[in-house]
């Protein structure tokens, strides 16, 4: 997700730490096997700074018991977990962030790039981190800091990206998604299957983007193009003249009255589509489904252009080694053998491993969020409340069909400081 990210107050990230009643999804089908816990009179403790995409009691709970590593979280927006690496390399052992961040961090050299070789599942990792396709062979659209791009660099202690594969690991991937636009079906009455429609005037004063830049500008650029007024040779790395001109188009519908909000968190997105304050909007997955478990329509909106996606990963601060590096890895191991990737999989999300992540869902569960297909069974949150009935299935089908249809990915642009400049007086306007 995200350049200015999370507010302080409850986002998309912090939602997995158990707010707004999606958060805390059953976690599990029971411990997982082959990780001993051998007591020893000194604790193990890893200091995890990261948004809370990956975080959360449950994950920490069994992280606990099946290793015996204490996970402290550190939880901040992205503009300060990128701060903090910038500036306290040695405040945190394990980072959690996203590919886009990439940009900033590998040049500053705070971060240590991790062994391939050591991380027992990477073989397993699905090819939309390696190959950029799916695993069906999907072609996946590279606009923007894919992570691909990203993964590896020429060398352990190397400031360079790699343009192919070494064994030595950026992030080491761990869950990522394809984000569109949340609609209300039953205030809107009829189909909608393009982001031109964000900038319809039928949508006059009832639609709503999110306030976030390196999110905010991939949006309003599929919008612009979506409505034909301007192809991009590459939405995620435009132009100064490219960045006026869409900041242009979307300054134009603010004056117009377009827009009823600019939002920067999970709840105020919500309560924006709940309310029927706005029918049309920027929204992320489980947002949508909390609207829905409140009994509301809303519609995680596939549409014909495609979705913006975003991806996240592990990696560690160079100050780390020794013992608490053989942990980190320990760590890095256990969250990919398959009860974090089944627990971030119920939230709405996918897992980089998508194999040990079946292996601890139940076959309804992996049916419904992964294959496309309807609910066998009601699926619940964590505290037994309904988040969809038998029967439904979930917006934009299948994994394949999902990811197979992303078009870009969040971006650090080379001109990102000026693209943060337009999109703040674009707000301010």
Request: some cysteine.
């Amino acid at each position: 997700m995200t350049e200015t990210t999370r507010t302080k107050g409850v986002s998309r990230r912090t939602l997995l730490k158990g707010t707004a009643g999606l958060a805390g999804l059953a976690a599990g089908s029971g411990a997982i096997t082959g990780f001993p816990y051998v007591k020893s009179a000194d604790a193990k403790v890893l200091r995890y700074l990261g948004t809370a995409v990956n975080e959360g009691d449950d994950i920490a709970k069994q992280c606990l018991k099946d290793t015996g590593i204490k996970i402290e979280y550190i939880t901040a927006t992205t503009d300060d977990v990128t701060k903090r690496v910038m500036t306290q390399p040695n405040s945190f052992d394990v980072l959690d962030t996203e590919y886009f961040s990439l940009k900033k961090l590998v040049p500053s050299g705070n971060i240590l790039a991790l062994d391939a070789k050591k991380i027992k599942q990477f073989d397993n990792i699905t090819p939309v981190f390696t190959k950029g396709e799916t695993p069906g062979g999907k072609k996946i659209g590279g606009q923007g800091t894919a992570p691909w791009k990203v993964l590896y660099l020429e060398g352990k202690d190397s400031k360079k990206f790699a343009t192919s594969p070494t064994e030595f690991v950026t992030l080491i991937p761990t869950v990522y998604n394809a984000d569109t636009l949340g609609i209300r079906p039953d205030l809107i009455k009829r189909p909608i299957s393009t982001w031109a429609e964000l900038l319809n005037p039928e949508f006059k004063g009832k639609a709503s983007i999110l306030n976030i830049p390196s999110i905010g500008i991939m949006d309003a650029a599929m919008v612009v193009e979506a409505s034909g007024k301007y192809k991009y040779a590459d939405k995620g790395n435009m132009t100064k003249e490219e960045i006026d001109l869409t900041m242009k188009v979307m300054t134009e519908a603010k004056k117009a009255g377009q827009f009823r909000a600019f939002w920067k968190d999970f709840n105020e997105s919500v309560n924006l589509m709940a309310s029927g304050e706005t029918v049309i909007q920027s929204m992320w997955s489980p947002a949508v489904t909390k609207v829905r478990s409140m009994g509301i329509a809303c519609t995680f909106q596939p549409l014909k252009e495609g979705y913006r996606s975003w991806a996240s990963g592990f990696c560690v601060s160079k100050g780390v080694s020794g013992a608490k590096l053989e942990w980190a890895y320990e760590f890095v191991n256990w969250f990919l053998s398959g009860y974090a990737g089944a627990y971030l999989n119920r939230q709405g999300y996918y897992s980089a491993v998508l194999s040990t992540a079946k292996a601890h869902m139940e076959p309804y569960e992996w049916a419904y969020w992964m294959e496309g297909k309807p609910a066998e069974k009601d699926i619940k949150a964590p505290d037994g409340s309904l988040l969809e009935k038998a029967g439904a299935v979930r917006d934009g089908g299948s994994y394949e069909d999902r990811m197979g249809a992303v078009a870009c990915w969040n971006a650090v642009m080379d001109e990102n400081d000026y693209m943060v400049r337009k999109w703040n007086e674009f707000i301010a306007a």
